[in-house]
């Protein structure tokens, strides 16, 4: 049997790979991106589940309008504006995640051999889900502030009409957790004008904010239609729902309305409804303030732990907000090999390579400190930098 | 801006939107494929909801693995043998319905230009999935028994090589509510077995069957794994979780599973579990028995009125089993024009055109009778039966 030539670049996620070994109770993982599931908002849930099961049963059961259930994209245009972005709900369009956005990104703009200029490193879930359009990657390497803008520019003159698209996470970026300037947010903006490409600006992390002041999201100074937003229900509310929206001005929207309605038709009646019935009783900022309170602590925590336990000649950054750290090790140390004796000391990472498409990187890792409690950081950090100092 | 060529190709289809004008309740509409609402099981999903969120909360809010949850595809696992093919659970996938399933099909098997075989005419919903990925369709002719074999084989022939995958809804099928024979499902397999070409078989209504004996499943007769067989609980309990599945050996499901993780990682875990703990409980057999004595009814209901007022001249399926039948109209009525005047008289179907990705059909059309009561059944077959004498 043959198979489409786009099936030899799609290959088995590293990260749900590695995550099912550390699904293990005994493993301390900071492998996942996983919420703290012990803040998920149980009793609300199940009473907004139970209102929309009692109250409009038949029509939550039944299959409903491709853009998403109206009051949900509403709720969703007001989360929005609470990030500084006007927008109103017939730009939304509700996804199982964001994941199923970035999909469609790619499915909306790159024809084979096509390039996309992402962060390096980058999200390795974007990176797969682009790769089934079989476009090509162009890393752009990132400063503390974001991309680099004199090696941006070079790329896309270089590159020229191939480049396709311009993905960046802005905000405690995936695996980085590190946030842009507005400076270079307005050069990104500036030049994907000059070169007339779209921005795919992911932000799932972005109202996770432990301290400093919020950046501007890019899509807030978008004057012209060129910037698509990512957002998602999985870090503020919970992932198992799989609820995430795109955002973006008409003529953009209709084309991700027509890849929903190909892909999978609709996301779920159900949870649409009952995320819209949970937030007009539910304060879903309040429960953010809970969330940021145990985020920001386990960072500290993960902070205090590897100035402790890190050997020198280890880097990491120190996020202000999301779920990651980013650790730099010397460059003769393999994560990856690394990766395999923490597993057997029942510690877990992510190890960096997979987040660059191109470029060799193997002595990087993703650390988590969302999932983990405080002890379990502790003694996970503990683990690794004995591990680490074996390999100086 | 510039988009991918495939945009050119991906168009909204008529039925969802035509969905939105017959949503209004003045409407009796023949249109969508909807299953009766009044049928669900509101009582036992909202208990099932409420255990899964009581006893597996958190579990049913995280992430869960791509595959899905393994208690509901062992549930299905089973169901598949009640449908007489013998399989395990680990060759299941959850999928957002089967929809996403087409799509992922045509992710797997297509590069640009690739020939996909389908029944002439065939689901819009799978043509518009197969069109993201640029392939061409071959239509093959149908009868009261399936593809035409001989032509089958004429156009594999032809095409040769570019032909990557035959595509059959074999049970009530939408939209003309044919079942395929015996005979040619096990040429059909011959064949494919004679030319090497995988067999997507979609079945989202073998439950459904009303009288006579049901047919084996070709995936049942499926001896190297080249059949993919695509499953659904829409239909037999309801759509509004957007739970289906793909059935298949590992090497493809393997390839399935790729897809899924990066289009959108996983199905929503909390339906999962909801549907798992709900298949615990309550009899799907025999909630699938009380749709069929409805449906049955409706069907009845529905060929009666079209005995008493369509004019001679006018055919159409006796389905048993499914949701629609297919009237086929004298040529020189035009089904889009006659579709348009009969909103104006408050009674909606989908026009023929759209199931044929190819050849010219204008004088046919689809109709529903799961969703509307019997009384409505009557009166729009009545008005619909005016509208064409009036074109006569």
């Known amino acids: 049997m043959k198979y ?7 290959k088995a996620s590293e990260i749900r790979e590695l995550l099912k070994l550390t699904q293990r109770p005994e493993i301390i993982s900071f492998a996942g991106g996983l919420p703290a599931p012990e803040l998920f908002p ?32 509403k709720h969703i245009a007001g989360l929005m504006g609470a990030m500084g972005i006007g927008t109103e709900f017939n730009n939304i369009l ?29 999200y390795m879930g974007a990176i797969n889900a682009f790769k089934a359009y079989e476009c090509n990657f162009l890393e752009v390497d990132t400063d503390a502030d974001g991309m680099l803008m004199d090696q941006l520019e070079a790329t896309i003159r270089k590159y020229g009409d191939k480049v396709k698209m311009i993905y960046v996470i802005p905000d405690f970026q995936n695996p980085s957790g590190r946030t842009w300037s507005l400076e ?86 159900v949870n649409q409804i009952t995320v819209a019935n949970l937030l007009d009783e539910f304060s879903i900022y309040d429960h953010i303030e809970k969330i940021k309170y145990v985020y920001r602590n386990r960072r500290d925590v993960m902070m205090e732990a590897m100035e402790m336990y890190f050997p020198e000649g280890v880097t990491y950054t120190r996020p202000t907000g999301g779920l990651f750290t980013w650790v730099e090790l010397p460059e003769h140390i393999n994560t990856k090999e690394l990766g395999a004796k923490a597993i057997e000391h029942k510690v877990a990472f992510v190890p960096g390579a997979s987040f660059f498409p191109n470029s060799e990187n193997n002595h990087c890792m993703r650390i988590n400190y969302s999932s983990m409690n405080e002890e379990k950081i502790k003694e996970g950090i503990k683990r690794l930098g004995a ?3 074996a390999e100086m």
């Open 4 to 10: 489409a030539n786009r099936m030899d670049r799609i």
């Open 42 to 73: 149980l009793e609300a849930v199940e009473k907004a589940m139970v209102k929309t099961m009692q109250t409009q049963g038949a029509q939550a059961l039944q299959y409903g309008p491709t853009e998403g259930y109206d009051p949900l994209r």
């Open 94 to 122: 509700v996804t199982n995640g964001s994941q199923q956005g970035l999909d469609f990104a790619g499915r909306i703009f790159f024809n084979e051999g096509d390039y996309v200029i992402v962060e390096s490193p980058s």
């Open 184 to 269: 270079r947010r307005q050069q990104l903006l500036a030049l994907a004008k000059q070169y007339d490409l779209p921005i795919l600006e992911d932000n799932p992390y972005g109202l996770l904010r432990f301290e400093g002041e919020p950046m501007p999201a890019i899509r807030s100074m978008d004057d012209d239609g060129r910037v698509i937003f990512l957002g998602t229900f999985s870090k503020t509310l919970t992932p198992g729902l799989r609820l995430g929206w795109v955002e973006a001005d008409q003529e953009l929207l209709q084309k991700f309305i027509l890849c929903k309605q190909g892909a999978d038709l609709q996301a779920s009646t």
């Open 387 to 389: 591990l680490i100092q």
